[in-house]
């Protein structure tokens, strides 16, 4: 090799090197970033989730006591009509 050809592939290396090193960088920022947003995703979802299933009992247990709060009515009304 000419030292001239040896220089260029020399440099070229380097670059090579520098550049592998940058995109694994920013590979690794890429992978970190999207999956610490996609565990806060997950974590507003398990607390969305959470959300959800307490509102829906609480609309059963609204559900059942307005239909207790029917039956009882039903029952004044009965009574009232008999006397």
């Known amino acids: 090799m000419t030292p001239n050809l040896r ?5 070229l ?10 995109q694994a960088v920013a ?3 890429f992978v970190f ?3 610490s947003r996609s565990l806060a ?12 299933v307490a509102v829906a009992r609480i609309e059963e247990k609204l ?3 307005g239909n207790q709060f029917d ?11 008999t006397r």
């Open 71 to 81: 039956k009882f009515s039903k029952r004044i009304d009965r009574f009232m009509e």
């Open 41 to 52: 995703n997950t974590e507003w979802i398990k607390e969305n989730k959470a959300i959800t």
């Open 33 to 35: 970033k999207v999956d």
């Open 13 to 22: 290396t380097a670059t090579t090197i520098i550049v592998l090193i940058v």
């Open 7 to 11: 220089r260029k592939t020399d440099k």
């Open 27 to 29: 590979i690794l920022w």
């Open 63 to 65: 559900e059942g006591f």
